[in-house]
């Protein structure tokens, strides 16, 4: 009785290890229209805009203090 439980057990997980996996693999192209602003990565893009922040400050000085000539 046990030799037919063992051999009943042995061709069972045989029959499961016997299972056909598939594996698909596609592959996607990826195109992103880039504007200007996004051209360049993060910190190029963020000192452009600390650049422009700061050139804007310089001008209202300049401004402020006036000509002299």
Do not use: F, H, W, Y
């Not at 990826?30 to 310089?58: F, H, Q, W």
Request: hydrophobic share 30%; glycine share 8%.
């Amino acid at each position: 009785m046990a030799a037919v439980l063992m051999g009943a057990t042995a061709l069972t997980s045989c029959r499961d290890s016997e299972k056909e996996t598939e594996t698909i693999v596609k592959e996607v192209e990826v195109t992103t229209e880039s504007t200007p602003e996004e051209r360049g990565g993060i910190l190029e893009r963020a000192g452009e805009k600390v650049d422009s922040e700061v050139n804007k400050e310089i001008d209202n000085q300049i401004d402020q203090i006036g000509d002299d000539n």
